[in-house]
């Protein structure tokens, strides 16, 4: 951990001395990227660099607690005691700030909803899915915004793409990744038959355009016409749609939700972007050390997560064996009860990871 926060110190004090760069401040987009990141990083790089401070101060003070001055010491003593409950609470709250990864902080991700094995009942699932995340949205006043979708006649999506944007939404959302089974009678059942049926998740932080330095000769681009619609009388053809194919991961993205080419091609480079840096991270995530995989939050996509349960009013998260009998709140929007303690559980690991004090 404490290499991950020299790393985010390190990268913004480099923003620091961006913005005082005349090359970038000449530069509108890209001082606006800079400091757009700058301030992502601000409260925990600063919360960090006190941190350090306390802790050399404390240091300092120890040579002075061995003086032959016996008020030199007394006086020692006590800014020890201070400095020291100073830097147990403040590594408590980096331990807060770091849950989730290096990423947690990040206030704009790309949500993934997929419909998975069973066919129309998976698709509406994932328009409930859908749906939940937006009503969660809104209670925690944040942006969402469809980047993406493809819907079917009776209403699901086969999946659909949404950006979200708002203080703590990575840190929260990431716990949503991975693979979501309900059990119900569809609607479309005439027996009263309980059905299961399953989609799936990804939730990818969004970096900025200075993270990932994507050229136009890294990608390839494929402009086509593309129905746009659930279909039947609905179904429009656009020529509009795009196809982005990165050269050296193979991440394939395509676009046709809006009308204007520009558009959907400066959604496709998000999503793309988006893809990529989740790409390497997740490489990255491999090399290292286990401790991130005792964590809820890693993010495994191919893992199945959570079960909502209709004719119980049943939600089961199976990462932590946590069952609430809320599922019509949670459906509702109310996810809280969920992340809440998924949050928690993560805080519990790393603080028993890590220490009280991190010194």
């Not at 066919?119 to 949205?137: Q, S």
């Not at 299961?196 to 390839?220: F, H, I, R």
């Not at 809320?326 to 809440?340: E, P, Y």
Request: charged fraction near 30%; proline fraction near 2%; glycine fraction near 6%.
């Amino acid at each position: 951990m404490k290499e991950m926060l020299e790393e985010k110190l390190t990268r913004f004090e480099e923003l620091e001395n961006q913005m005082s760069d005349p090359a970038v401040l000449g530069d509108s987009s890209k001082m606006a990227a800079v400091a757009r990141e700058h301030g992502s990083l601000a409260k925990l790089a600063t919360k960090y660099r006190r941190f350090k401070t306390v802790i050399s101060e404390i240091d300092e003070l120890r040579l002075m607690a061995e003086s032959d001055d016996a008020e030199e010491r007394e006086m020692a003593d006590e800014e020890i005691k201070s400095l020291t409950d100073e830097r147990e609470t403040m590594w408590s709250e980096l331990l807060d700030m770091t849950i989730g990864g290096e990423d947690a902080n990040r206030s704009r991700c790309v949500m993934e909803i997929r419909s998975g094995t069973g066919g129309d009942e998976a698709a509406l699932f994932a328009r409930d899915l859908y749906e939940m995340y937006k009503k969660h949205a809104e209670t925690k006043s944040w942006k969402i915004s469809v980047m993406e979708s493809n819907p079917t006649e009776l209403g699901g999506f086969k999946e659909i793409h949404l950006s979200v944007e708002g203080e703590g939404v990575y840190r929260e959302l990431q716990y949503e990744s991975g693979g979501h089974r309900v059990q119900r009678v569809p609607d479309t059942e005439t027996k009263g038959r309980i059905h299961t049926s399953a989609a799936t998740v990804a939730v990818l932080p969004e970096p900025e355009d200075v993270e990932v330095n994507l050229k136009t000769e890294d990608y390839d681009v494929v402009r086509y016409a593309a129905s746009s619609g659930p279909g039947g009388q609905h179904v429009n053809k656009t020529a509009s749609a795009v196809r982005l194919t990165h050269h050296e991961t193979g991440i394939v993205v395509e676009c046709h939700a809006e009308r204007s080419q520009h558009k959907n091609l400066a959604t496709a480079l998000r999503m793309l972007k988006s893809r990529i840096y989740d790409h390497f991270q997740q490489k990255e995530e491999q090399e290292r050390s286990d401790q991130r995989k005792s964590l809820v939050g890693s993010g495994d996509r191919s893992q199945r997560i959570r079960t909502y349960n209709f004719p119980e009013n049943r939600v089961t998260d199976h990462r932590i064996n946590l069952t609430i009998y809320k599922l019509d709140q949670i459906i509702a929007g109310n996810v809280s009860l969920l992340t809440d303690a998924l949050i928690d559980h993560d805080r519990q690991t790393l603080r028993s990871s890590m220490g009280a004090d991190g010194n």
